[in-house]
C-alpha cells in the first residue's frame, strides 16, 4: 500500500488551497467608492445569514485540537471525550436563548465592551489583556504546534517550515479582510472539514471490518475495545481524573463550555455579525445539530486506530510501513496523521484538506478576534481615541500580523505534550471560572458590583491554583490527604466556579447593601423569547442527546 502523498493527492490540496484563497480575497476587495471600515472589518458589516454564522462557528471551533488532539484523546480514553462535543450542542441552546439576545441588544463589537458597559473600564481592560494573551500564548500556538506536527508526520515537511506555511496561509486573506473574509471561507471550510472527516472515519472503520464497511467496522471496534465506548467513567479508570465520571455532566465541564460559547470572543464574534438576533439564533441551532455528528469524525477514528494497533491480523494486511509513527501511550496525537497514511490516492489528499480546513480557520477566527480586541478595547482606548475607519482597519492587520509572529515563534516549544485537547482545557481552566463568575452574574443578578467582579477575577487565579497545587503539595506526608484530596481537574474548576461567585456576591452584598448596582440589566421575558423553530429544533437536539447517553453510559 502506498503511504505517501501522490500527484492526485497534490492535486486535490492544491484545488482546496486555490479556492480559499480566492475567495478569501475576493470578498475581501474593497468596493468601488467604499472605503472599509471598522464595522465592515471586524463584524463584517453585520451581514452575516444564519447558515454562514453555523458554518463559521463550527470551523472557527474544529481546528487542530480537535482532530489531532481529541482524536489522540479517542485512542487513549475513548468515546468519553466526545462529551466535550454533545454537551457543546446544549451549551449553544443556552447562549442562543439567554445570552446572546442580551449581547446583540447592547450592539457590541467586543466581549471586553460588553464587561465596559455593564462594569468599568478598568476590568474591560485587565480582561482584554488576558483575552488577548490566551490567544496568542494557547490557542494559537497549540493549533499552530498541532498543524505543523500533522504536517511533519503526513508530508515528512519540518515542523518549522508547517507552522510558517499554516500561519502564511491563514494570514494571506484573514488581515487583508477581516471577518468578513474568515467567515464567507468558513462556509466552504466546514465542507471540506466534514466530508474530508467523513472519509477518514468510513476509510478507519472499512479497514477494520477487512472491507465489510462502516457499520461492521463500528461493531468490531465496539467489540474489540468495549472500554472505549463507556461515555460515564467510574474511579477506576484510569481517566478518570480527565472525565470524572458523573461530574461531566453537572460539575466542570459546564465551567469550560458556557466560558468557551458564551464568552469567547473568536466564538461569539461572528454571531455579532448576523443580520438580526433571529439569524443568529438559527445560525447557533445548525452549529449545533453538527456538533452532534463531530464525535464521528474526531473521536471515533481514534478509536479506530486504537482497535487497529492491538490487532496483529490488520497491522500485517497494512504492511511494514504501518510499523511507521505508530500512536502508543505517551505518544496519542499520533493516531489521526497516522491514519491518514492510508487512504487511497485523491481521498488522502481530500483528508488532508480537511484537517488544514480546520486548522486555518480556527487561525483565522483567533487573529482576527485578536485584533479586533486589541484594536477597539487597547488602541481605541488608551493609544489614539480619534483613530478613523482606515487607521483603525489598519491597526487591526499590523496587531493580527504580530500576534501570529509570537505564536510562530512560540509554537515550536510545545514539542512533547500528549494529548493536547486535555492540555488546552486543563490550562484554559484555570482562569475560565472566574471569568465565567463575572460574566452570569453581571449578566443576571443586578446587585453585582464592578469592584465585587474585578475582586472575583483576579481571585479567582489562586483560588485555581491552590486545588491545582495547593493539595498535592501541601497534604501529601502530613496526614491530612482525606482533607485535601487530589481533584480531577474539571472537579477543580467547578469549586473554583462557584467560590469565585460567592466571593462576588458577598463584595456586592457589603457594597451595596443589596441594592441595584446602577449598572444591572433590566431583563424581562420579552428579551428572551424565541421562535417556534428555535423550540423545536432546541427540543430534538436534547431528545438526541438523551439517546446518546442512555446508550452508551456505561
Known amino acids: 500500500m502506498v503511504t505517501e502523498?501522490?500527484?492526485?493527492?497534490?492535486?486535490v490540496f492544491t484545488a482546496y488551497a486555490v479556492l480559499i484563497l480566492g475567495v478569501g480575497l475576493w470578498v475581501s476587495r474593497e468596493k468601488d467608492g467604499h472605503q472599509k471600515n471598522a464595522e465592515d472589518y471586524f463584524l463584517a458589516s453585520k451581514s452575516l445569514p444564519w447558515w454562514a454564522i453555523g458554518s463559521s462557528l463550527i470551523a472557527a471551533n474544529i481546528?487542530?485540537?480537535?482532530?489531532?488532539g481529541m482524536s489522540g484523546s479517542g485512542f487513549a480514553l475513548g468515546l468519553a471525550i466526545a462529551s466535550y462535543e454533545w454537551m457543546a450542542a446544549f451549551t449553544l441552546i443556552i447562549v442562543g436563548k439567554y445570552f446572546l439576545p442580551i449581547f446583540i441588544e447592547k450592539g457590541i463589537y467586543t466581549i471586553p465592551e460588553f464587561v465596559e458597559k455593564r462594569f468599568?473600564?478598568?476590568?474591560?481592560?485587565?480582561?482584554?489583556?488576558?483575552?488577548?494573551?490566551?490567544?496568542?500564548?494557547v490557542n494559537l500556538t497549540t493549533v499552530l504546534y498541532l498543524g505543523g506536527l500533522a504536517i511533519e508526520t503526513i508530508l515528512g515537511v519540518d515542523m518549522i517550515y508547517a507552522i510558517i506555511g499554516l500561519a502564511l496561509f491563514s494570514a494571506a486573506y484573514s488581515l487583508y479582510g477581516g471577518l468578513s473574509a474568515v467567515a464567507w471561507t468558513d462556509v466552504i471550510q466546514v465542507v471540506f472539514l466534514v466530508l474530508g472527516g467523513l472519509v477518514t472515519t468510513y476509510?478507519?472503520?472499512?479497514?477494520?471490518?477487512?472491507?465489510?464497511?462502516?457499520?461492521?467496522?463500528?461493531?468490531?471496534?465496539y467489540e474489540a475495545a468495549p472500554d472505549?465506548?463507556?461515555?460515564?467513567?467510574?474511579?477506576?479508570?484510569?481517566?478518570?481524573?480527565?472525565?470524572p465520571g458523573i461530574g461531566v455532566l453537572v460539575g466542570g465541564l459546564w465551567v469550560a463550555n458556557i466560558y468557551y460559547?458564551?464568552?469567547?470572543?473568536?466564538?461569539?464574534?461572528?454571531?455579532?455579525?448576523?443580520?438580526?438576533?433571529?439569524?443568529?439564533?438559527?445560525?447557533?441551532?445548525?452549529?449545533?445539530?453538527?456538533?452532534?455528528?463531530?464525535?464521528l469524525i474526531v473521536v471515533v477514528p481514534g478509536i479506530a486506530a486504537y482497535v487497529i494497533i492491538n490487532d496483529p491480523a490488520i497491522m500485517a494486511r497494512l504492511g511494514v510501513s504501518a510499523m511507521e509513527n505508530l500512536p502508543g501511550i505517551g505518544t496519542a496525537d499520533r493516531a489521526y496523521p497516522w491514519l491518514l497514511h492510508f487512504l487511497p490516492a485523491g481521498l488522502k489528499g481530500l483528508a488532508f484538506a480537511a484537517l488544514a480546513a480546520a486548522i486555518v480557520s480556527s487561525l483565522a477566527s483567533m487573529l482576527n478576534s485578536t485584533s479586533t480586541i486589541f484594536t477597539m478595547d487597547i488602541y481605541k482606548q488608551y493609544i489614539n481615541k480619534n483613530a478613523d475607519d482606515k487607521t483603525t482597519v489598519n491597526v487591526g492587520r499590523l496587531s493580527g500580523g504580530i500576534a501570529l509572529l509570537i505564536a510562530v515563534i512560540m509554537a515550536p516549544l510545545l514539542g512533547g505534550i500528549d494529548q493536547a485537547f486535555q492540555f488546552i482545557q486543563e490550562y484554559t481552566g484555570v482562569v475560565s471560572p472566574g471569568i465565567l463568575a463575572v460574566f452570569i452574574l453581571g449578566l443576571f443578578w443586578k446587585k453585582t458590583t464592578n469592584k465585587a467582579a474585578i475582586w472575583g477575577a483576579l481571585l479567582?487565579?489562586?483560588?485555581?491554583?491552590?486545588?491545582?497545587?495547593?493539595?498535592?503539595?501541601w497534604a501529601v506526608g502530613s496526614g491530612m490527604e482525606s482533607i485535601f484530596p487530589t481533584l480531577p481537574w474539571m472537579d477543580q474548576m467547578g469549586y473554583t466556579a462557584v467560590l469565585s461567585m460567592l466571593?462576588?456576591?458577598?463584595?456586592?452584598?457589603?457594597q451595596n447593601k443589596g441594592n441595584n448596582d446602577e449598572k444591572g440589566i433590566p431583563l424581562t421575558k420579552e428579551l428572551f423569547k424565541t421562535s417556534p423553530l428555535f423550540n423545536i429544533c432546541s427540543f430534538a437536539i436534547m431528545i438526541i442527546l438523551v439517546v446518546v447517553y442512555a446508550v452508551f453510559w456505561k
Not at 5 to 10: E, L
Request: aromatic fraction near 14%; charge should be positive; glycine fraction near 6%.
Open 5 to 11: 502523498f501522490g500527484f492526485i493527492d497534490y492535486v
Open 63 to 68: 481546528s487542530a485540537e480537535q482532530f489531532i
Open 120 to 137: 468599568s473600564t478598568n476590568l474591560k481592560t485587565i480582561l482584554a489583556v488576558f483575552w488577548i494573551a490566551l490567544y496568542i500564548f
Open 203 to 221: 476509510l478507519a472503520l472499512n479497514t477494520v471490518s477487512n472491507g465489510a464497511g462502516m457499520w461492521q467496522g463500528l461493531k468490531t471496534i
Open 228 to 243: 472505549r465506548f463507556v461515555m460515564i467513567l467510574d474511579e477506576s479508570n484510569p481517566e478518570y481524573m480527565n472525565l
Open 261 to 295: 460559547w458564551g464568552f469567547n470572543q473568536y466564538i461569539i464574534q461572528r454571531t455579532l455579525a448576523a443580520k438580526s438576533l433571529r439569524e443568529a439564533q438559527k445560525g447557533i441551532l445548525l452549529a449545533a445539530f453538527l456538533k452532534l455528528i463531530i464525535p
Open 460 to 473: 479567582s487565579i489562586p483560588i485555581a491554583m491552590f486545588f491545582k497545587v495547593g493539595p498535592k503539595s
Open 503 to 510: 466571593l462576588i456576591v458577598a463584595i456586592s452584598l457589603l
